[in-house]
């Protein structure tokens, strides 16, 4: 039976799969890691003051709409995976190699199904058991009941066991009390493998333990703007905090465990490279022992 790794490594020879597939990419990469400026803020209260009351209600909406246009299209023979979908694939085929069973996967703020719809298309849906994605209550209400179909949603994450969860792109735009009741979950019901893919991490030598800015994202793409009636709506971009603080933070909870790294991937495409933070990333699978 043909294994995801396998599956990938054929399509990284018929060059579907390509790290730097176009210029575009290729720019994104390099405008990521630029260095950037930003305000920066130390307390949680100030920065949701200077947001001035923004409110992001019509973003879940247009996540949707825009993920929901890309997966009516999506055709695994036609997809050029980039560097982190396909890491998070390979992560997949790890844990299933390791514990020798489908798994049974909690995708912390996954947003869409795509991994699972991938999975479906690559003809190995067998290695999971379940793919449960936890997300905001106003998230899951909004969720199209095709996506049901491939997964199931949640918003609670309390205590539940799993063999993998995926924490990837989500921690640094939770609050501080969100993060620590999901490391405080992690501490009560270990997971045998735990993924942080797509986060960048403060500096240990930065002399506060954690800072703030603000994160802009324009409403575009794929038409979604027609979906949820902004068609008319020019330069409109949703503002949110992204929390930035140290590993070490999460090395307390994971140590005490037993948890060692098993798998490192060297991959900046969520880093936010912001002067005066010495941000870097650790993309990694984590494995507990005993």
């Known amino acids: 039976m043909p294994t995801l790794a396998s599956k990938i490594m054929s399509r990284l020879k018929s060059k579907v799969i390509q790290e730097a597939a176009n210029s575009k990419t290729v720019e994104a990469i390099k405008e990521s890691l630029k ?8 307390r949680e209260e100030d920065v949701e003051a200077h947001l001035a009351g923004y409110s992001d209600n019509r973003l879940n909406e247009y996540i949707i709409a825009k993920s929901r246009r890309w997966l009516e299209s999506l055709n695994m023979q036609d997809f050029v995976i980039p560097p982190h979908v396909a890491n998070l694939l390979l992560v997949i085929q790890a844990s299933h190699n390791l514990l020798r069973r489908p798994l049974k996967i909690i995708d912390f703020g996954g947003g869409a199904p795509t991994v699972p719809l991938m999975l479906e ?9 379940s793919y449960k994605i936890v997300e905001s209550p106003a998230f899951v ?17 309390d205590d539940e066991e799993c063999d993998l969860l995926i924490l990837s ?16 979950s992690v501490r009560k019901t270990p997971p045998s493998l735990i993924y942080f893919g797509r986060t960048s991490f403060l500096s240990e030598t930065y002399p506060q333990q ?37 590993w070490s ?13 098993h798998m490192q991937f060297v ?24």
Request: hydrophobic share 35%; aromatic share 10%.
């Open 35 to 42: 260095t950037h400026e930003k305000e920066i803020f130390h």
């Open 169 to 184: 792109s989500v921690l640094p735009y939770l609050s501080r009390g969100l993060v620590d009741s999901v490391l405080g």
């Open 121 to 129: 298309q690559l003809g190995l849906a067998h290695v999971l058991a």
């Open 249 to 261: 933070s999460v090395a307390q909870v994971l140590d005490p465990l037993g948890y060692q790294c």
């Open 267 to 290: 991959d900046d495409t969520g880093l936010e490279n912001i002067k005066g933070l010495g941000l870097y990333t650790k993309n990694s699978l984590w494995r507990k022992n005993g």
């Open 210 to 246: 954690e800072a703030f800015t603000i994160q802009e994202s324009r409403y575009r793409d794929h038409g979604a703007q027609v979906d949820v009636g902004m068609a008319d709506v020019e330069n409109n971009i949703a503002r949110y905090v992204k929390r930035h603080f140290k």
């Open 141 to 157: 209400e909004h969720v199209p009941a095709q996506w049901h179909e491939h997964c199931n949603y949640s918003s609670v994450y």
